[in-house]
């Protein structure tokens, strides 16, 4: 049996986004040099919300683009069930740009670092920065640290969170799902 708990709530959720948009005008000004790149699948999410905050606050403009790691993964080979890859929909030079990679939950830095290597397929970017929704600090395999943060959760391998989207789950929230 799994215990379930929220830790985010829908409330607490649209707060977050919102202050990530924010901390992402802060930084990157006008978007002109910068492109928002999600993660397949989860991290597609968050960056379309993100996008929907950053379009009404007038930056109408901004490169966005989703990445699969289907083929970068460490994994790959390992599972019993494979992975589908998905469409990846990169359609411009990320040479030389300021790369947002977005994900919704940083477990162990894996998938991150698969991202990483199938970014450079595109181009050289001038700099890559993670923003992340959910950082699940104490699990790391390799050292990889966000630049955005939405809300730390410190979790043990048992335990296994969920982000909900109200377009798939009629809510937004988060959960943390126990094993008894």
């Known amino acids: 049996m799994k215990e379930e708990k929220v830790i985010i709530s829908k409330d607490k959720f649209s707060i977050i986004v919102e202050r990530l948009s924010h901390q992402l005008i802060e930084n990157h000004g006008d978007f002109e040099d910068t492109v928002l790149i999600g993660i397949q699948p989860r991290g597609v999410r968050l960056c379309d919300r993100i996008l929907k905050k950053l379009s009404i606050n007038r930056f109408k403009r ?3 683009g989703s990445l699969d790691i289907t083929f970068y993964r460490d994994d790959f ?7 589908e890859a998905q469409i990846i929909d990169i359609d411009f030079s990320i040479e030389g740009k300021n790369i947002v990679l977005i994900d919704d939950v940083l477990y162990t830095g894996r998938s ?3 991202a990483m ?3 450079l397929a595109f181009g050289r970017p001038k700099s890559v920065e993670l923003m992340v929704l959910i950082d699940r600090r104490l699990s790391r395999h390799f050292p990889i640290q966000p630049n ?5 959760v410190d979790t043990i391998s048992s335990e296994k969170v969920v982000v909900e989207w109200e377009e798939f789950n009629d809510k937004d929230q988060v959960i943390l799902l126990r094993s008894e």
């Open 148 to 152: 955005y943060v939405g809300e730390k």
């Open 62 to 64: 901004i490169k966005i």
């Open 77 to 83: 080979r390992r599972r019993k069930e494979p992975i």
């Open 117 to 119: 290597d199938a970014l």
């Open 112 to 114: 991150v670092r698969a």
